[in-house]
């Protein structure tokens, strides 16, 4: 049995097998949904005393109150002082350039005069309060922690506050290490559902948040579904994606530990891979059989590889980025020569790596761009988490008296179109008005 999927375009059923590869079946638990909605309710209606108990319950974690569940900056700091020096320095070095990208994503207020002194314009805020999530336990995403808080500050928001579960109360040094050096500003020793809801609707001790942004578990991707509209939040995330078009020049290992690189987060990742050379897809083929039974994760590897990857033949590198559009992956990498030449013909991608030294584990952690990115064939609407996802615009409206002459007219009009003659009467009082005197 061949460890990954082969497919050609130029087969009579390559559109049929094409769908069925890329199907995923996003359809909602009903026990998780069930237990979500539990959750919610309780603790919008009970507060503390609900935080308490799931965190009691699920974490194992007992506490008297809902502050001793705050984490003090003092332990941040201290998790960062003890930091093996390698370590902190890739942090440092991975939010340097971070922050430096994001700053020039920051969007400015304008705003222009007409002729009859009429100005209209748009005014950039930031958000006062955002939540960030971060998983516990044994996963540790300092990464995430950056490429979530250090928008959010790029941006201007006020207070960045951190929820993370601390399974059995150990909590992670390196997690509060990237706190402290993405400015946080509070972190919270609880997750899951509950956590969500706790920076959503509040409660005696936690603020409610604007927003709510960090990966999370099924059990917090449904609490931030039904939160929505409460707060805002960043995306529901689908398995991670990658796809890659080649056109034969990069070793082939290269190429396959890149399919990996996104295979091995689990088995219902998805990695593929574009190529019109079909020597070069066998030498791929030979990489990952090679190189599959090395990797410590290699089960899941195995299991994703089968069930959702795919080397396949396309007829020319144009039609590789036709197909490229149809997928609108999460993460593309162009490995060809003039990379840039085929990125041009890419109009839906979350991120796009160029050329083959670009590893897509480049983006995810030190590069600059953000990592959180749409997936599921959501990148041909959504972008990247950035800096504007923490910013809002409100319109600026200051009609001039020889303005509302000209305006008040066209309002009255659609407005007794419409059938709402209120509105229509309060732009037709303004009409050949005398000054108003202040």
Same mark, same amino acid.
């Given at each position: 049995?061949?460890?990954?999927?082969?497919?050609?375009?130029?087969?009579?059923?390559?559109?049929?097998?094409?769908?069925?590869?890329?199907?995923?079946?996003?359809?909602?638990?009903?026990?998780?949904?069930?237990?979500?909605?539990?959750?919610?309710?309780?603790?919008?209606?009970?507060?503390?005393?609900?935080?308490?108990?799931?965190?009691?319950?699920?974490?194992?974690?007992?506490?008297?109150?809902?502050?001793?569940?705050?984490?003090?900056?003092?332990?941040?700091?201290?998790?960062?002082?003890?930091? $093996?020096?390698?370590?902190?320095?890739?942090?440092?070095?991975?939010?340097?350039?971070?922050?430096?990208?994001?700053?020039?994503?920051?969007?400015?207020?304008?705003?222009?005069?007409?002729?009859?002194?009429?100005?209209?314009?748009?005014?950039?805020?930031?958000?006062?309060?955002?939540?960030?999530?971060?998983?516990?336990?044994?996963?540790?995403?300092?990464?995430?922690?950056?490429?979530?808080?250090? $928008?959010?500050?790029?941006?201007?928001?006020?207070?960045?506050?951190?929820?993370?579960?601390?399974?059995?109360?150990?909590?992670? $040094?390196?997690?509060?290490?990237?706190?402290?050096?993405?400015?946080?500003?509070?972190?919270?020793?609880?997750?899951?559902?509950?956590?969500?809801?706790?920076?959503?609707?509040?409660?005696?001790?936690?603020?409610?948040?604007?927003?709510?942004?960090?990966?999370?578990?099924?059990?917090?991707?449904?609490?931030?579904?039904?939160?929505?509209?409460?707060?805002?939040?960043?995306?529901?995330?689908?398995?991670?994606?990658?796809?890659?078009? #080649?056109?034969?020049?990069?070793?082939?290992?290269?190429?396959?530990?890149?399919?990996?690189?996104?295979?091995?987060?689990?088995?219902?990742?998805?990695?593929?891979?574009? #190529?019109?050379?079909?020597?070069?897809?066998?030498?791929?083929?030979?990489?990952?059989?090679?190189?599959?039974?090395?990797?410590?994760?290699?089960?899941?590897?195995?299991?994703?590889?089968?069930?959702?990857?795919?080397?396949?033949?396309?007829?020319?590198?144009?039609?590789? #980025?036709?197909?490229?559009?149809?997928?609108?992956?999460?993460?593309?990498?162009?490995?060809?020569?003039?990379?840039?030449?085929?990125?041009?013909?890419?109009?839906?991608?979350?991120?796009?790596?160029?050329? $083959?030294?670009?590893?897509?584990?480049?983006?995810?952690? #030190?590069?600059?761009?953000?990592?959180?990115?749409?997936?599921?064939?959501?990148?041909?609407?959504?972008?990247?988490?950035?800096?504007?996802?923490?910013?809002?615009?409100?319109?600026?409206?200051?009609?001039?008296?020889?303005?509302?002459?000209?305006?008040?007219?066209?309002?009255?009009?659609?407005?007794?179109?419409?059938?709402?003659?209120?509105?229509?009467?309060?732009?037709?009082?303004?009409?050949?008005?005398?000054?108003?005197?202040?």
């Amino acid at each position: 049995m061949s460890s990954i999927n082969r497919l050609d375009t130029t087969s009579a059923g390559f559109q049929a097998d094409l769908r069925r590869l890329l199907a995923f079946d996003a359809s909602q638990d009903e026990s998780i949904e069930h237990a979500v909605t539990e959750i919610l309710a309780r603790v919008r209606q009970e507060g503390d005393a609900a935080l308490l108990d799931y965190t009691r319950r699920f974490d194992r974690v007992q506490a008297d109150s809902v502050a001793g569940l705050e984490v003090d900056r003092s332990e941040w700091l201290a998790a960062l002082q003890a930091l $093996p020096s390698e370590q902190r320095v890739a942090l440092e070095t991975a939010a340097d350039r971070i922050r430096r990208y994001h700053e020039r994503q920051v969007t400015q207020s304008w705003s222009y005069t007409e002729e009859d002194g009429t100005t209209l314009g748009q005014k950039i805020t930031p958000l006062d309060r955002v939540g960030l999530y971060v998983p516990g336990g044994k996963a540790a995403y300092p990464s995430s922690v950056l490429m979530n808080a250090i $928008p959010a500050k790029v941006a201007g928001v006020q207070e960045v506050v951190m929820v993370t579960p601390t399974p059995d109360g150990v909590r992670n $040094p390196i997690v509060l290490a990237a706190a402290a050096i993405g400015g946080v500003d509070r972190v919270w020793a609880i997750g899951g559902a509950q956590a969500v809801a706790a920076v959503s609707y509040g409660t005696e001790t936690i603020r409610p948040v604007d927003k709510i942004v960090g990966p999370g578990n099924a059990y917090v991707a449904a609490a931030k579904r039904r939160v929505f509209g409460i707060v805002g939040i960043d995306m529901i995330a689908g398995p991670s994606e990658i796809l890659v078009i #080649c056109d034969g020049t990069t070793p082939a290992d290269w190429v396959a530990m890149d399919l990996f690189s996104q295979a091995e987060h689990d088995e219902l990742a998805q990695a593929i891979l574009l #190529c019109p050379d079909a020597g070069y897809l066998d030498a791929v083929q030979s990489a990952i059989d090679r190189l599959l039974p090395t990797m410590p994760r290699a089960d899941i590897l195995r299991t994703s590889l089968a069930n959702r990857g795919a080397l396949i033949k396309v007829r020319s590198l144009e039609e590789a #980025c036709d197909i490229a559009n149809t997928i609108a992956p999460e993460h593309l990498e162009i490995s060809t020569e003039e990379p840039e030449r085929w990125a041009d013909r890419i109009r839906h991608a979350g991120a796009i790596f160029l050329g $083959p030294y670009t590893s897509e584990s480049l983006g995810d952690y #030190c590069a600059g761009p953000n990592h959180v990115l749409p997936t599921a064939r959501t990148a041909r609407f959504s972008s990247p988490l950035g800096v504007y996802d923490f910013q809002k615009r409100s319109s600026m409206i200051k009609v001039s008296r020889a303005g509302a002459q000209t305006l008040g007219r066209v309002a009255s009009v659609l407005a007794r179109g419409e059938g709402l003659p209120a509105h229509a009467a309060s732009a037709e009082y303004r009409l050949e008005s005398t000054d108003i005197q202040a």
